[in-house]
């Protein structure tokens, strides 16, 4: 979910983006989960309760389940299997498919129209049809409606509009190759016209009613229950229902599912916890899933900044990094490096950081100091700013100061600071701080998600610097012609072959340049008891509720 923002404010799309998805890490470090199976009328039991319904727990709030204002993790988590998008993805890939829509898009020699057939025989979960008209209607009112996802349709369609009874003609401002990507979007789902209005700040934040596997049976904010919608028009859940109640500590979650009272242990423990879960699976009777994710971790690096304004000293500080040391000192092992903004799960992505720069090589970057005036008469003060309320990056911080000093005593000082998270955004794109620990989940899963909002510069030069836009929101001020031309390219290329290489160059510019330096992936674990079957996390990170069973 690509955004720089800070929620409830009306803010770029670049803004946006950044500010929710470090709620989001800050939220993932204290997921929890307790549940107490509920059956769709009445009664409760633990997991081990033989009723085919399966209990899941988080402490991530769904504070709406409006899909045009829903613009975060756990609710997209929801509305992905209480709705249906115009595509999806095959399920265990990244192959994109028709969901609402049965075939891809007929798209415009210009690319600006795209024409999308769509499913006949759908209904709503209050029995209306779905048709044209319906997914018109919806998504005029995610633009219109103004939540927090809005840009994501707004800032790309001119016009949307029912072209048949059952064909869709969307017009988009300019070519936008990563459409279709961006359709799967799980705000993306229609819902039926006659129950939701049009108009800004019109949502419906504890009901829901679209066309999915599930209907919504119970929504308060310690308990949501999903009953199988019996009139679905695709495969239908493999159990009786989901059963979800929200408490508070990650050590719940973790008592709570090693006593059986769960089904299903889903999202971030701490990495103790994950560890004793994992080493003892086979003694407990519970499954391991282990995946990769799609957020990315990275340091930017304020390039109006002075020495930052000197390329070899950033790629110095990319020498500096020790990859392998954070994730054994910090994660335990339970990150996945990475050595490009894109991550590891795409196939076009290429290691240039560790290619270019390795893991820890300080005699590269004393070099590369050198080559700039650094030394121990000349040192360089570099500072560390992250959010306050992020542990996780406290503990990044503190162990590159250590590795850092050590090696390249006299010459580096490492200054680890702090701020809370709501002042660090007010300030970013204010050239405050000289280099900050972030992290990105993108909207959708497209290359363009990890390049354009970080590379891209609406106003500046090489000699000033980004003046408006992305980066500049981002806090790195990186200007490029040549970033700005392969942006653009990539976004009017349909043809995948020269799209993906036009990323490759990005990457290998971004390896040059230096805005930003890649750090690590989270991976994600989900813990689930023996009875249970057909739990897997998606390549996209989505969770399928209705292929599990027990």
Same mark, same amino acid.
């Not at 996802?149 to 072209?163: M, R, Y």
């Not at 894109?342 to 240039?352: A, D």
């Given at each position: 979910m690509d955004r720089f923002v800070f929620r409830g404010a009306r803010l770029s799309q670049g803004r946006r983006s950044l500010l929710k998805f470090l709620g989001l890490m800050s939220l993932c470090l204290i997921f929890a989960v307790s549940c107490s199976p509920r059956s769709s009328t009445s009664g409760t039991g633990g997991a081990a309760a033989n009723n085919g319904r399966v209990t899941i727990g988080t402490t991530l709030k769904a504070e709406t389940l409006d899909p045009a204002d829903a613009y975060r993790l756990f609710p997209g988590i929801l509305l992905y299997n209480l709705g249906d998008r115009l595509y999806t993805y095959k399920p265990g890939t990244t192959e994109l498919v028709p969901q609402?829509?049965?075939?891809?898009?007929?798209?415009? #020699?210009?690319?600006?129209?795209?024409?999308?057939?769509?499913?006949?025989?759908?209904?709503?979960? +209050?029995?209306?049809? *779905?048709?044209?008209?319906?997914?018109?209607?919806?998504?005029?009112?995610?633009?219109?409606?103004? #939540?927090?996802?809005?840009?994501?349709?707004?800032?790309?369609?001119?016009?949307?509009? @029912?072209?048949?009874?059952?064909? $869709?003609?969307?017009?988009?401002?300019?070519?936008?190759?990563?459409?279709?990507?961006?359709? @799967?979007?799980?705000?993306?789902?229609?819902?039926?016209?006659?129950?939701?209005? /049009? =108009?800004? #700040?019109?949502?419906?934040?504890?009901? *829901?009613?679209?066309? =999915?596997?599930y209907k919504l049976a119970e929504f308060t904010p310690t308990v949501i229950r999903l009953d199988p919608y019996e009139g679905y028009w695709g495969e239908k859940p493999a159990n009786k229902g989901i059963d979800i109640q929200v408490i508070s500590s990650a050590a719940n979650l973790f008592n709570t599912f090693k006593s059986k009272g769960l089904d299903i242990a889903y999202q971030t423990l701490d990495p103790d916890q994950i560890r004793s879960l994992t080493s003892t699976a086979q003694q407990g009777g519970w499954q391991v899933v282990e995946a990769g994710?799609?957020?990315?971790? *990275?340091?930017?690096?304020?390039? /109006?900044?002075?020495? $930052?304004? &000197?390329? /070899?000293?950033?790629?110095?500080?990319?020498?500096?990094?020790?990859? &392998?040391?954070?994730?054994?000192?910090?994660?335990?092992?339970?990150?996945?490096?990475?050595?490009?903004?894109?991550? &590891?799960?795409?196939?076009?992505?290429?290691?240039?950081?560790?290619?270019?720069y390795g893991d820890g090589d300080f005699a590269k970057a004393k070099t590369l100091l050198a080559e700039a005036g650094i030394n121990e008469a000349n040192p360089l003060n570099l500072e560390i700013w992250y959010s306050s309320n992020s542990t996780v990056r406290n503990l990044v911080a503190t162990t590159l100061k250590a590795s850092?000093?050590?090696?390249?005593? #006299?010459?580096?000082?490492?200054?680890?600071?702090?701020?809370?998270?709501?002042?660090?955004?007010?300030?970013? %794109? /204010?050239?405050?701080?000289?280099?900050?620990?972030? +992290?990105?989940?993108? %909207?959708?899963? %497209?290359?363009?998600?990890?390049?354009?909002?970080?590379?891209?510069?609406?106003?500046?030069?090489?000699?000033t610097g980004c003046e408006v836009g992305q980066s500049q929101l981002g806090g790195s001020f990186f200007f490029s012609d040549r970033a700005n031309q392969l942006i653009a390219q990539q976004r009017a290329e349909q043809n995948p072959e020269a799209r993906n290489a036009l990323f490759n160059q990005l990457q290998d510019l971004l390896a040059e340049e230096v805005p930003y330096i890649p750090l690590w992936q989270n991976k994600d674990y989900l813990f689930a008891q023996s009875s249970v079957q057909g739990v897997t996390i998606q390549p996209t990170q989505q969770f399928l509720l209705w292929q599990i069973k027990k």
């Open positions: 609402l829509a049965t075939a891809m898009p007929e798209v415009s #020699g210009d690319g600006l129209t795209y024409k999308i057939p769509l499913r006949e025989g759908v209904t709503f979960h +209050d029995g209306t049809p *779905f048709n044209a008209e319906a997914m018109a209607f919806s998504m005029e009112r995610f633009m219109e409606n103004n #939540g927090s996802p809005a840009f994501l349709l707004s800032e790309k369609i001119a016009s949307v509009k @029912a072209s048949g009874a059952n064909e $869709l003609t969307i017009t988009l401002q300019q070519p936008f190759a990563a459409f279709p990507a961006l359709l @799967a979007f799980s705000g993306i789902t229609p819902v039926p016209p006659k129950t939701y209005e /049009k =108009g800004a #700040g019109k949502f419906k934040p504890t009901t *829901f009613v679209g066309t =999915g596997p994710s799609t957020s990315v971790n *990275f340091m930017t690096l304020n390039l /109006k900044s002075k020495p $930052l304004d &000197n390329v /070899k000293v950033r790629q110095a500080i990319a020498a500096m990094v020790d990859r &392998n040391l954070l994730n054994e000192r910090v994660f335990q092992g339970q990150a996945e490096l990475i050595y490009s903004l894109l991550p &590891n799960t795409f196939p076009i992505y290429k290691p240039v950081f560790k290619d270019k850092i000093e050590q090696n390249l005593k #006299g010459i580096v000082n490492v200054i680890p600071n702090t701020v809370e998270s709501a002042t660090l955004f007010d300030n970013l %794109d /204010k050239g405050t701080y000289p280099t900050t620990l972030l +992290d990105w989940y993108p %909207d959708f899963y %497209d290359a363009d998600t990890y390049m354009q909002p970080f590379l891209s510069c609406e106003k500046g030069s090489a000699a």
